[in-house]
């Protein structure tokens, strides 16, 4: 290793930001183009999956919610791919035809373990089974996009994470129309939202990554990473909870 790369890699790790492609080392391109990788896949996935279900959207203001959501999506995955461009990646994926709303059967259970080709979160290979559905997981993982994304948002490659907080607000709002369509439904419907809230929930939760995690360490270092995926969890997890609350739902998930 250089004496420059270590120089670099010792700027990262006392808080240093980074601007351009052209001056990061080897192991920090690899693990920022992971992260954004990972992110433009469970973006592009997410929005298929809710395209699915325009049509099951009761009413117009839905109709136009869930088409927020898949267009709004989209966009985002766009945002981060150009700067993942920047870095001469191949984004193949996204100019030919990618299969982004295949997903496995209701009942496969594959943990945290990426499927299919792509980079999306593991979540986003369940399929949704109607509104009802999809509002509850749209809680849930919008909530858990809200922290992540204010932890992207850290990101020592500048650009990046200028990107990612222009996201934030965005996703913040497809976080809470879901909250507002929760909110009848847990009324209406409230046997189909537990049922939807069981199998979500730990779904969801396996998407921060193992609590444990060694390659945390490796990622601070880099100024990729700031908080555990312990922390963040916790966060979402009462963050969900207060959430449920709020709407009237009652589970012991």
Known sequence: MTNETMAIEDYLAQGGRLTSPG????????????????????????SAGFADVINDAPGITS??????????????????LKIMAEFGADVSRYVGTHPWAARL?????IGAVRQ?????????????TGW??????????????????????????QPLAECFRSILPREARHAE?????????A?????????SLVYWYPRVALGFGAKDSERFERLKALGLRHRSNAEMLAEWEATVAAQLSECGVKTNA
Do not use: C
Not at 116 to 128: C, E, I, K, N, W
């Open 63 to 80: 109709r136009i919610a869930a088409a927020r959501i898949v267009l709004e999506k989209a966009d985002h995955a766009e945002r981060v």
């Open 23 to 46: 001056n990061v080392p080897p192991r920090y391109r690899g693990e920022l183009l992971r992260m954004m990788a990972s992110f433009i896949d469970s973006e592009m996935a997410g």
């Open 116 to 128: 299919g080709g792509d980079m999306r979160l593991a979540v986003f290979h369940y399929p949704l």
């Open 105 to 109: 059967p209701r009942e496969a259970d």
């Open 177 to 185: 129309l879901g909250r507002a369509g929760l909110l009848t439904l």
């Open 187 to 195: 009324h209406d419907a409230p046997d189909h939202v537990y049922d």
């Open 132 to 157: 009802v559905d999809s509002v509850v997981m749209n809680v849930l993982q919008g909530a858990a996009a809200v922290i992540q994304l204010r932890e992207f948002s850290q990101v020592s490659y």
